[in-house]
């Protein structure tokens, strides 16, 4: 394969609103760019309600690399809440125990995955916790299973190893 012929090798632009919706722990997640278009990197966007935080968790394999695109996010990890508001840049080392919460009455956000040991499997666990919609809106809040978010999350190498920020 070459520059000229290989289908990941090309560029590309992913249109505003483009990609794949899916509620997705009461919040929507469309997928933007998977690692099997172009293998190292895994590119979310995230749209969340106030409150709106994951549990604690760590990932195996990859970094996550978070841009604020409108709100604001806390990202809480080793004893330190930093927060970042549009523009702003958050990376999260691979390994490192971390969750965030959404700060502002609604944020949107993407996040960037890369692997350092093969290839990121997180827009993977999205696609498997989410459920596919049409149209690029919130879902309403509901139950989410806990036990069963752990154990999809641990299929692609991240462990969860405490609640969601808020919860008791």
Excluded: N, W
């Amino acid at each position: 394969m070459s520059l000229l012929t290989d289908p990941v090798r090309r560029p590309e632009v992913i249109a505003p609103g483009a990609g794949r919706h899916l509620h997705f722990l009461d919040h929507l997640a469309t997928l933007k760019v998977r690692p099997a278009e172009v293998g190292a990197l895994s590119v979310v966007e995230f749209t969340a309600p106030r409150g709106f935080g994951p549990p604690l968790h760590r990932h195996e394999h990859e970094d996550e690399l978070f841009v604020v695109l409108e709100g604001e996010l806390a990202f809480t990890s080793g004893g330190h809440r930093l927060a970042a508001g549009v523009g702003g840049i958050a990376h999260l080392p691979c390994g490192l125990a971390h969750t965030f919460e959404v700060i502002s009455d609604q944020a949107r956000f993407v996040c960037v995955t890369g692997s350092t040991t093969g290839t990121p499997r997180f827009d993977r666990m999205v696609e498997e916790l989410g459920e596919p919609v049409d149209a690029p809106v919130l879902p309403t809040p509901g139950y989410v299973d806990a036990t069963r978010v752990a154990d999809v999350c641990r299929r692609y190498g991240i462990e969860v190893v405490g609640p969601p920020p808020g919860a008791a």
